[in-house]
């Protein structure tokens, strides 16, 4: 068996992995096709990632030009304990007031552990980026045991 396939998460780590990370890096490309790296707050549902963001920012205009997008997860402090995922995919723009509402919720509320409150003031300004899946890649290299 190759490396690559050795240290691949398993579909339930990976869902475990995406419940413990706090943010994930979004890349967008630019109007002059550079990439364009945000670190976002997240949450994991349903196969996509959900992020919330101010309708008339950079990377929702960036989007709404090129909806593929990439998301990132890492964790571990040396080669050796690194974890993470990679997730290729488009990127839908939602911005019905009500899921919006509900999803920010959603969000804010794994940072806070509890019910959380989203004025309308802030819920018409903003947008959920849903980033769909096409393609997934998976590591944890302590699965090597010190062994490359």
Same mark, same amino acid.
């Given at each position: 068996?190759?490396?690559?396939?050795?240290?691949?998460?398993?579909?339930?780590?990976?869902?475990?992995?995406?419940?413990?990370?706090?943010?994930?890096?979004?890349?967008?490309?630019?109007?002059?096709?550079?990439?364009?790296?945000?670190? &976002?707050?997240?949450? =994991?549902?349903?196969?996509?990632?959900?992020?919330?963001?101010?309708?008339?920012?950079?990377? +929702?205009?960036?989007?709404?030009?090129?909806? @593929? +997008?990439?998301?990132?997860?890492? =964790?571990?402090?040396?080669?050796?304990?690194?974890r993470g995922v990679?997730?290729?995919?488009?990127?839908?723009?939602?911005?019905? %007031?009500?899921?919006?509402?509900?999803? &920010?919720?959603?969000?804010?509320?794994?940072?806070?552990?509890?019910?959380?409150?989203?004025?309308?003031?802030?819920?018409?300004?903003?947008?959920?980026?849903?980033?769909? %899946? @096409?393609?997934?890649?998976?590591?944890?290299?302590?699965?090597?045991?010190? @062994?490359?």
């Amino acid at each position: 068996m190759n490396k690559r396939n050795q240290i691949q998460l398993t579909p339930e780590e990976q869902a475990a992995f995406l419940a413990e990370a706090r943010k994930v890096s979004l890349a967008t490309i630019d109007q002059h096709g550079y990439p364009h790296l945000v670190a &976002m707050n997240f949450i =994991a549902r349903d196969g996509a990632i959900l992020m919330s963001s101010y309708g008339k920012a950079q990377k +929702v205009m960036n989007i709404r030009r090129n909806p @593929k +997008v990439a998301v990132m997860a890492e =964790a571990g402090r040396n080669y050796s304990q690194l974890r993470g995922v990679m997730i290729r995919g488009e990127c839908e723009i939602i911005d019905d %007031p009500k899921s919006v509402n509900e999803m &920010m919720k959603a969000i804010r509320g794994r940072e806070t552990a509890g019910d959380v409150e989203i004025p309308e003031s802030i819920v018409s300004k903003r947008v959920i980026l849903k980033v769909v %899946p @096409k393609k997934i890649a998976t590591w944890d290299h302590s699965k090597l045991g010190g @062994k490359y």
